[in-house]
Every structure is written in structure tokens, then in C-alpha cells.
């Protein structure tokens, strides 16, 4: 009982602005909202099902093909995650079947591979939160996709897989001219990025923002995004080999974070500190996002990227990171005239009409040439541990691919 009662004296308050996700006045809105309200509500968001042992299949269903799958078999390590064979099924009812061409890698995943990321299914299962492909087959009652079609897909897990089926309202079609590999890099970091800085941080001209990670694919999405609003100032925060993409991105002001100490930093170059920090940190670096806050000013914290120090879980970063967590009552909020808020794309599950009209106004954005999503590399799915290395030792400028056929050599290194 002491135990319980000293951990909930230590969890944070958080406060944010408006009355919910995309209220108040220009909070990101456009012609792409009012989606949210043109059709009754569909289900939520869930995992793409798994592949229960069935009766031998009928001959010629989609039961009788076989395909590969990354599996997490346990909680460690990048030798967890192991390539296997599942057995196909029939979409059912309200699904699709998509023969998938690019998976995304996501921070999470490196989470929920060493067992601290929420709300994933019981071992062993397959990761993967995002991917994009060929629509194959339909289930019963689908009218709205034709097989053939393009799409990009989001779901809580299992999509790491070369056919996935899931519920068409968890499907989007592809814009024009979009690659798979772009498609794959789109909707997390994307709807990431615009909800934080338009529904949270209500960015607007002449603002500046701190973007913490900024070479990643969060970060980078959010320089776009930033881009999309006048005068809108960056700071970003990468090792120092990333700050000259960070400068052709539209950064004024790279920090090496490794040598410098970010907050003194930015106070040199702007006394009174940033309008909105997005922070993937926690832990102490909280705190130091809500000292830079000019008054009016937001911190918008989307994870706890100090929780990963190595391959596996960290009792020691855990401890650390939970006891210099950031804590505030409503109260002190007051007098202090700014804001703390929380995001996570995770629990967002049920609001898929709300998610639908973030990916048409992005869609939007992609047609119009304003966003473009960094690809920093692809892999094969027999190279994953490669891939999440990639990304875990911060390698990466932009978003990390997975596909299930090796790429040619030519494309590893992608350049969009």
C-alpha cells in the first residue's frame, strides 16, 4: 500500500488545451474535417486478427496459401523477433485481404519488443502498426474498395506479415504517385505530428517549436508540417552528422544534444524560450520543455524514448525515468499560463473517424507537394534485427521500411 500511494503522489497532471481532439479555433482545421462527422460511427481500431489453428483448408480458398510473418517470441533482444510461416485465411465480414508491399518501423515496436509498450497482445504474436499494399480479396458487405487498390493501413499490431486482413475502415487509399515504401512512412508519424501541432499545439504564424528527435520520423514529419504555417522558427535537436539535413529541411536552429545542453542553448538565441516542445522523451527532459515555455506556451509529451538505453529492458532507465518524471497539479498550472499535454496514437483506437479526417487532410497535403515522407532505408523482413538497430542506435534520417522481398541494393539507401 505505502508503494501504491508513492506512485500515485508521483503521476503527472496532465492539463491540455481545448475541449478535445481538433476543438477550438485553429486547431488544424480544413474542408478534411467535416469527414469527421459525414458517416455514423464505425468500430474502433484493432490488432490485425491472428491466425488461429484451423481445419485443413478448402482447396483453392485463400485458407490454402501459405506466407511469412515476423513474430515477437519473447520480450529481449532483436533475436526475439523471428521470420515464420502462417497459413492464410478468408477475410470475414467487413474486411479486406492486402498483399503487403512495406511495413513501417516504429519506435514503439522497439518498446513492445522489450515488453514496455501497452496494449499489445500475448507473446507470441506479430508486431507492426502501420504497412501498405494490394487490396486481393473482400470480405462480405464491402463496398467502398475494389481489389486492386492501393492502400495504406493502420492497426495496433500484426501487420508485419505479407498478407494481412483487416477492417476496411482501418484501410486509405494511396494518393497518386505515392511509392509503397512512402505509404508505409506516412500514417503514424504523420498523424503523430499534425495532431500534436495542430490539435494540441494550435500552431500558428510566427510561432516557434522545439522538436526533440529531429531527424526521426516523427521529427521529420513535423518540420513539414511546420513548413505548412508562415514563419513558423525550428529548433531540432540530432547528433551533429544529421544537422545539415536538418538546415536543407528547414531548421534554423540545429543542437546537438550529445555536447550541449539544449534549454541554455535556446535561451541564447531566444531569451524567453518556444511556444510549443514536442517531446518523445520523459523523464527529466519534461520538466526542462516546460521551463522553456514562453507564457501561453505547450509541451506535448508522445513518449518516453529514455526508457530504451540498450537491446533489452532496463530496470535501472526505468527507475530513473520514473523518478524524475515531470509532476504538476492543476493548481500550479494556473498561475504558470501554459499547458501539458498528453498524445499517444495508441489509444486513439476507437476514434477512427477522427483519424480518417487527419489522413485526408495529410493525403491533401502529399498531393499538393507540401509533406513527403523521409525514407531513410529499407530491409528485408529476414534482416529486421538490422532494421531496429537502425533505428534504436539512431542511425536513421527519417523512417525505417521493412518489406518482405530483399530491395535492390540500389534502393537500401532510399532518397526522397
Given at each position: 500500500k505505502p508503494k501504491k500511494a508513492a506512485w500515485r503522489r508521483r503521476r503527472s497532471v496532465v492539463a491540455g488545451a481545448g475541449r478535445g481532439w481538433g476543438?477550438?479555433?485553429?486547431?488544424?482545421?480544413?474542408?478534411?474535417?467535416?469527414?469527421?462527422?459525414?458517416?455514423?460511427?464505425?468500430?474502433?481500431?484493432?490488432?490485425?486478427?491472428?491466425?488461429?489453428?484451423?481445419?485443413?483448408?478448402?482447396?483453392?480458398?485463400?485458407?490454402?496459401?501459405?506466407?511469412?510473418?515476423?513474430?515477437?517470441?519473447?520480450?529481449?533482444?532483436?533475436?526475439?523477433?523471428?521470420?515464420?510461416?502462417?497459413?492464410?485465411?478468408?477475410?470475414?465480414?467487413?474486411?479486406?485481404?492486402?498483399?503487403?508491399?512495406?511495413?513501417?518501423?516504429?519506435?514503439?515496436?522497439?518498446?513492445?519488443?522489450?515488453?514496455?509498450?501497452?496494449?499489445?497482445?500475448?507473446?507470441?504474436?506479430?508486431?507492426?502498426?502501420?504497412?501498405?499494399?494490394?487490396?486481393?480479396?473482400?470480405?462480405?458487405?464491402?463496398?467502398?474498395?475494389q481489389v486492386g487498390d492501393k492502400v495504406m493501413v493502420l492497426a495496433l499490431s500484426g501487420l508485419w506479415q505479407e498478407v494481412v486482413n483487416v477492417p476496411v475502415n482501418q484501410t486509405f487509399p494511396m494518393p497518386e504517385g505515392m511509392s509503397f515504401e512512402e505509404a508505409a512512412a506516412l500514417l503514424v508519424n504523420y498523424i503523430t505530428a499534425y495532431m500534436i501541432l495542430f490539435d494540441f499545439g494550435n500552431l500558428r504564424p510566427n510561432q516557434s517549436v522545439l522538436v526533440h528527435m529531429a531527424a526521426g520520423g516523427v521529427g521529420t514529419a513535423a518540420i513539414q508540417l511546420c513548413k505548412t504555417v508562415e514563419n513558423v522558427t525550428i529548433f531540432g535537436t540530432a547528433s551533429a552528422s544529421k544537422h545539415d539535413f536538418l538546415k536543407e529541411s528547414g531548421v534554423a536552429h540545429p543542437i546537438d544534444y550529445r555536447t550541449m545542453d539544449y534549454a541554455?542553448?535556446?535561451?541564447?538565441?531566444?531569451?524567453?524560450?518556444?511556444?510549443?516542445?514536442?517531446?518523445?522523451?520523459?523523464?527529466?527532459?519534461?520538466?526542462?520543455?516546460?521551463?522553456?515555455?514562453?507564457?501561453?506556451?505547450?509541451?506535448?509529451?508522445?513518449?518516453?524514448?529514455?526508457?530504451?538505453?540498450?537491446?533489452?529492458?532496463?530496470?535501472?532507465?526505468?527507475a530513473k525515468t520514473w523518478w524524475n518524471q515531470f509532476s504538476i497539479t492543476a493548481l500550479q498550472l494556473i498561475n504558470q499560463n501554459k499547458a501539458v499535454c498528453g498524445y499517444n496514437l495508441g489509444y486513439l483506437d476507437e476514434e477512427v473517424e477522427l483519424l480518417g479526417g487527419v489522413v485526408a487532410e495529410l493525403v491533401n497535403l502529399y498531393t499538393q507537394g507540401k509533406i513527403k515522407p523521409k525514407v531513410d532505408s529499407v530491409w528485408p523482413f529476414d534482416q529486421v534485427a538490422d532494421a531496429m538497430r537502425q533505428m534504436q542506435e539512431k542511425k536513421n534520417v527519417g523512417k525505417v521500411i521493412l518489406v518482405p522481398e530483399a530491395p535492390k541494393e540500389e534502393s537500401k539507401k532510399a532518397e526522397n
Open positions: 476543438s477550438g479555433p485553429g486547431a488544424g482545421a480544413g474542408a478534411a474535417r467535416e469527414l469527421r462527422h459525414a458517416r455514423p460511427q464505425p468500430p474502433p481500431l484493432r490488432a490485425a486478427p491472428p491466425e488461429p489453428l484451423r481445419p485443413r483448408p478448402r482447396p483453392g480458398s485463400a485458407e490454402a496459401a501459405e506466407h511469412r510473418a515476423l513474430v515477437l517470441t519473447g520480450h529481449g533482444g532483436y533475436d526475439k523477433v523471428k521470420l515464420q510461416t502462417r497459413r492464410g485465411a478468408d477475410p470475414r465480414p467487413g474486411e479486406v485481404s492486402v498483399s503487403v508491399r512495406a511495413c513501417g518501423l516504429n519506435f514503439a515496436d522497439l518498446m513492445g519488443r522489450q515488453g514496455v509498450y501497452p496494449r499489445l497482445p500475448p507473446l507470441p504474436f506479430c508486431p507492426g502498426m502501420e504497412c501498405a499494399g494490394t487490396i486481393r480479396a473482400l470480405g462480405e458487405g464491402v463496398r467502398d474498395r541554455e542553448e535556446i535561451r541564447k538565441i531566444s531569451p524567453k524560450g518556444v511556444d510549443i516542445v514536442l517531446d518523445p522523451l520523459g523523464g527529466s527532459d519534461t520538466a526542462k520543455a516546460f521551463n522553456l515555455l514562453k507564457p501561453m506556451g505547450k509541451v506535448i509529451n508522445y513518449g518516453v524514448a529514455n526508457l530504451i538505453t540498450g537491446q533489452k529492458k532496463s530496470l535501472m532507465a526505468m
